[in-house]
C-alpha cells in the first residue's frame, strides 16, 4: 500500500486546503484551481483511480509501473510524463530513486519509488513564493527538476572530498590495492551519476518547445535555468572522473618511481659486492706462480684495496643518488 505524502489544492499562489486523493479531480476542474498530490510507492489501485480521475493516458500509467533505465519525458495529449532519477549516497553506496511527474492542466502527481530527500522542501519552497507558485503547474513541474538535479551536487561533492583524501593518501605512500578498488568504485559512481544526470538535459530542452495550455511561455527561461544547471553538473562530473584518472596515473607514477629507486639500490649493492668477489675470485684461482701469494703484507694490502675500492663506490653511488 502506497502513502500519500501530501495533497493540496493551491489558487492564485495560496494554498487553499489540504484534500484526499478522491477530491483531486473535483478541485483540478475548478478555474484557477489546480491540485498537487504528492505519494510515496503507489499501488496500482491507487495509480488506477488517478488515472480515471484525470483521464491518465494508460501508457503513463503501465510506465509509472515499470522500473525503467534513464530519466525521459514522454507527451499524452496534452499531459506530461516524466522520469526522473535521485542519487542517494548512503555508507558509500550509491543508489537511485526513481519519481514519476504527471502534469496537465489543473494537476501535477508525483510518485516516488523509494526513500529519497523528502519533496516537501519543494513544496515549502512553493509556498513561500506565492507571486511564482501563481503561475501554477509550470512552476511547480520547474520547482520539482530543479529539486532532483540539485540532489546531485552534494553527491558530487562528498564523492570530490574523498577523492582527494585518496589523492592525498597516494601521495603520502604506496597505493595499496584497497586504494585502486576505491578510486575505480568512485569513477564507476561518478559514470552513473552521468548516465542518470546527461538525459536531463533533453528533458530542459524538450519543456523549452512544448506548447501546452498549462506552460506558459514566461517559464520557459526557468526550464532553460534547469538545462543549465544539469550541463554545469555534467562538467563538474566530467572533471571528478579526470581526478579519479589523474590519482591512478599518479600512484602508479609514484610506484614506479619506488621501485625503480629500490632497484637502482640493489644495482648499487650488487656493483660494491662485485668488487670484492672480483679480487676474491682472482686469488682463488689454483696457479701455481702467483707472486703475490708469497708477500709478508700481501693479505693486508689486498684486503686494503678491496676496502678503500668498496667505499669509493659507495661515496659514488651515494652522491649519484643510487644510495
Known amino acids: 500500500m502506497g502513502r500519500v505524502v501530501a495533497a493540496a489544492v493551491y489558487s492564485a499562489g495560496r494554498k487553499v486546503s489540504d484534500i484526499t486523493l478522491e477530491e483531486g479531480a473535483a478541485w483540478a476542474a475548478k478555474p484557477g484551481h489546480f491540485v498537487w498530490i504528492g505519494l510515496e510507492q503507489p499501488d496500482p489501485h491507487e495509480l488506477a483511480s488517478l488515472k480515471k480521475q484525470f483521464n491518465l493516458h494508460e501508457l503513463a500509467i503501465e510506465d509509472a509501473l515499470e522500473v525503467h533505465s534513464r530519466p525521459k519525458l514522454e507527451t499524452f495529449g496534452d499531459a506530461l510524463f516524466i522520469v526522473t532519477y535521485a542519487p542517494v549516497r548512503e555508507a558509500g553506496k550509491l543508489v537511485f530513486i526513481e519519481t514519476h511527474i504527471f502534469a496537465g492542466k489543473g494537476y501535477?502527481?508525483?510518485?516516488?519509488?523509494?526513500?529519497?530527500?523528502?519533496?516537501?522542501?519543494?513544496?515549502?519552497?512553493?509556498?513561500?513564493?506565492?507571486?511564482?507558485?501563481?503561475?501554477?503547474?509550470?512552476?511547480?513541474?520547474?520547482?520539482?527538476?530543479?529539486?532532483?538535479?540539485?540532489?546531485?551536487?552534494?553527491?558530487?561533492?562528498?564523492?570530490?572530498?574523498?577523492?582527494?583524501?585518496?589523492?592525498?593518501s597516494v601521495l603520502a605512500g604506496a597505493m595499496s590495492d584497497a586504494h585502486i578498488q576505491r578510486i575505480h568504485g568512485l569513477r564507476r559512481d561518478l559514470l552513473?551519476?552521468?548516465?542518470?544526470?546527461?538525459?536531463?538535459?533533453?528533458?530542459?530542452?524538450?519543456?523549452?518547445?512544448l506548447s501546452f495550455p498549462f506552460i506558459d511561455k514566461n517559464m520557459r527561461p526557468y526550464f532553460r535555468d534547469v538545462e543549465i544547471h544539469v550541463k554545469r553538473q555534467m562538467e563538474d562530473l566530467a572533471n571528478l572522473r579526470d581526478l579519479a584518472s589523474q590519482t591512478i596515473e599518479i600512484g602508479l607514477l609514484l610506484e614506479s618511481s619506488r621501485q625503480g629507486f629500490i632497484q637502482r639500490k640493489f644495482a648499487a649493492w650488487a656493483a660494491i659486492l662485485a668488487f670484492p668477489t672480483a679480487i676474491a675470485g682472482i686469488y682463488g684461482m689454483n696457479f701455481e706462480n702467483m707472486p703475490e701469494l708469497s708477500w709478508h703484507y700481501g693479505y693486508f694490502i689486498v684486503l686494503g684495496v678491496i676496502v678503500g675500492g668498496c667505499a669509493g663506490l659507495f661515496a659514488s653511488f651515494k652522491r649519484s643518488g643510487w644510495l
Request: hydrophobic share 40%; glycine share 4%.
Open 108 to 168: 501535477v502527481i508525483t510518485s516516488r519509488n523509494g526513500h529519497s530527500k523528502s519533496y516537501s522542501a519543494v513544496r515549502q519552497r512553493c509556498e513561500a513564493r506565492p507571486l511564482l507558485l501563481s503561475h501554477g503547474e509550470d512552476f511547480v513541474l520547474y520547482a520539482l527538476l530543479d529539486f532532483v538535479t540539485e540532489n546531485y551536487q552534494p553527491v558530487a561533492e562528498a564523492i570530490h572530498c574523498e577523492l582527494e583524501e585518496l589523492e592525498q
Open 192 to 209: 552513473r551519476l552521468w548516465r542518470y544526470l546527461a538525459p536531463m538535459v533533453e528533458v530542459g530542452e524538450e519543456l523549452q518547445k
